[in-house]
């Protein structure tokens, strides 16, 4: 089968100045797109800013023979957002690939978590993918194409000591993941999720040892493929890193049917409440209420 072309393709990648997005960009690059390479140039934590980061990554891209343009604003206002999307418009005319990966840490315990450690990491995530993707949705509704890909992180999916704040942002990224899923479908627009595991600033300290095999070179094939026409998906989750790849679903057990439920019987028959054999994948929660009201009926 043929290698997976982006010729012509305009794709905005967030946070692409360092880590994950600068090798989601080079490889987008590389294979033909017209890449927007966004980035803030903060620290981890989302303090201070800098046009070098985006400006280094445009700069390798060009020298590869590639083409890109840097934004610098920050996907945490609506502003930034539109601006961003506009770099796009502005160079190219057209958006078809929005890469949403900025991402910021402030990791504390619940118990010591303040307003200054939850706002932002919800506002850069969170809200940022909001910001970025609404500016591009009529583009890309009008034109009848776009593929969307959220970084989420298991850090939320699965749970993870010290990060409320984080495994909220990210988990909310899932539900904006799905719901775009269903509302993009007729306009051929596909939206999925990573959950990825890669050494980056970010990440280097907290992975030990195994971080020298977990390089972002092993993230983007899942990312170009997500962002690929030919991507079959959407809705979906996929944890990445390292060479692994594998899909995380949301299922439904078969559950019970008790018209004569009480706290009681709910007890009584736990186990077979959480008894996953027989599980259903919905893709939607009108595929939810159907497997409910089958059940019912
Ligand atoms: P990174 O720190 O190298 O990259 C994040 C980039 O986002 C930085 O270049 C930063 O300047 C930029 N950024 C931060 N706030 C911004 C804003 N408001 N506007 C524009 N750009 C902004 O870290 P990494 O690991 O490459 O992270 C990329 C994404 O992957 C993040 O969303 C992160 O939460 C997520 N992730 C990473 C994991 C890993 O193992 N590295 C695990 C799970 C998720």
Same mark, same amino acid.
């Given at each position: 089968?043929?290698?997976?072309?982006?010729?012509?393709?305009?794709?905005?990648?967030?946070?692409?100045?360092?880590?994950?997005?600068?090798?989601?960009?080079?490889?987008?690059?590389?294979?033909?797109?017209? /890449?927007? %390479?966004?980035?803030?140039?903060?620290?981890?934590?989302?303090?201070?800013?800098? $046009?070098?980061?985006? &400006?280094?990554?445009?700069?390798?891209?060009?020298?590869?023979?590639?083409?890109?343009?840097?934004?610098? =604003?920050?996907?945490?206002?609506?502003?930034?957002?539109?601006?961003?999307?506009?770099?796009?418009? =502005?160079?190219?005319?057209?958006?078809?690939?929005?890469?949403?990966?900025?991402?910021?840490?402030?990791?504390?315990?619940?118990?010591?978590?303040?307003?200054?450690?939850?706002?932002?990491?919800?506002?850069?995530?969170?809200?940022?993918?909001?910001? %970025?993707? &609404?500016?591009?949705?009529?583009?890309?509704?009008?034109?009848?194409?776009?593929?969307?890909?959220?970084?989420?992180?298991?850090?939320?999916?699965?749970?993870?000591?010290?990060?409320?704040?984080?495994?909220?942002?990210?988990?909310?990224? %899932?539900?904006?993941?799905?719901?775009?899923?269903?509302?993009?479908?007729?306009?051929?627009?596909?939206?999925?999720?990573?959950?990825?595991?890669?050494?980056?600033?970010?990440?280097? $300290?907290?992975?030990?040892?195994?971080? *020298?095999?977990?390089?972002?070179?092993? /993230?983007?094939?899942?990312?170009?493929?997500?962002?690929?026409?030919?991507?079959?998906?959407?809705?979906?989750?996929?944890? /990445?890193?390292?060479?692994?790849?594998?899909?995380?679903?949301?299922?439904?057990?078969?559950?019970?049917? *008790?018209?004569?439920?009480?706290?009681?019987?709910?007890?009584? &028959?736990? *186990?077979?409440?959480? *008894?996953? &054999?027989?599980?259903? %994948?919905?893709?939607?929660?009108? $595929? $939810?209420?159907?497997?409910?009201?089958?059940?019912?009926?």
């Amino acid at each position: 089968m043929a290698d997976l072309g982006f010729d012509g393709k305009v794709a905005i990648i967030t946070g692409a100045g360092g880590g994950l997005g600068r090798s989601h960009a080079l490889e987008l690059a590389r294979r033909g797109a017209l /890449v927007v %390479v966004n980035d803030l140039g903060g620290a981890v934590d989302g303090t201070g800013g800098s $046009e070098t980061a985006a &400006q280094k990554v445009v700069d390798e891209i060009k020298a590869a023979g590639g083409e890109a343009v840097p934004n610098y =604003d920050s996907v945490a206002t609506p502003e930034g957002g539109a601006n961003i999307v506009k770099t796009a418009m =502005d160079a190219w005319g057209r958006v078809d690939i929005i890469i949403n990966n900025a991402g910021i840490l402030r990791d504390a315990s619940f118990k010591n978590m303040t307003p200054e450690q939850l706002n932002p990491v919800l506002d850069v995530h969170l809200r940022g993918a909001f910001y %970025v993707t &609404q500016p591009a949705w009529e583009i890309m509704r009008n034109q009848g194409y776009g593929r969307i890909v959220n970084t989420s992180s298991g850090a939320g999916v699965f749970g993870n000591f010290g990060q409320t704040n984080y495994g909220a942002a990210k988990m909310g990224l %899932v539900g904006l993941t799905r719901v775009l899923a269903v509302e993009g479908a007729k306009n051929n627009i596909k939206v999925n999720a990573i959950a990825p595991v890669a050494k980056t600033r970010m990440t280097e $300290e907290l992975l030990g040892p195994v971080a *020298d095999k977990l390089g972002p070179e092993y /993230v983007t094939p899942v990312v170009t493929f997500l962002a690929h026409e030919s991507c079959p998906v959407s809705g979906e989750i996929y944890s /990445v890193g390292g060479g692994r790849v594998a899909r995380v679903f949301i299922g439904v057990t078969p559950g019970i049917v *008790d018209h004569d439920l009480t706290a009681e019987s709910v007890r009584d &028959q736990f *186990d077979k409440i959480r *008894d996953e &054999q027989g599980y259903a %994948v919905p893709a939607n929660l009108n $595929e $939810e209420m159907g497997l409910a009201l089958k059940a019912l009926s």
